[in-house]
C-alpha cells in the first residue's frame, strides 16, 4: 500500500502514511477544509451567509478596551 499524500510505501506504525510529515500534511488538509463536502442544502447557504455577514460586521467595529 501506498501514502496516500506522497506515493511512497507506508509504514504500519505510520499506517496509511509513510511518514508523521505526511500524516501531519492529511491533518493540514482537514483543518484547512481541503477535505470539506460541498453542499447544495439552501440551510447551510444560509448559515454559511450569516456567517460571512457577521465577520463582516465585526471587522467594521472599532476594538473596544478591555
Known amino acids: 500500500m501506498s501514502c496516500p499524500i506522497c506515493g511512497n510505501d507506508m509504514l504500519p506504525e505510520m499506517r496509511p502514511f509513510c511518514s508523521k510529515r ?35 460586521r465585526d471587522q467594521q467595529r472599532p476594538d473596544k478596551p478591555h
Do not use: K, T
Not at 500524516?23 to 447557504?45: C, H, K, M, Q, T
Open 22 to 56: 505526511c500524516a501531519d500534511r492529511d491533518l493540514a488538509r482537514w483543518f484547512n477544509g481541503s477535505y470539506a463536502v460541498p453542499s447544495n442544502n439552501p440551510e447551510d447557504i444560509d448559515a454559511l451567509e450569516e456567517a460571512l455577514d457577521q465577520a463582516a
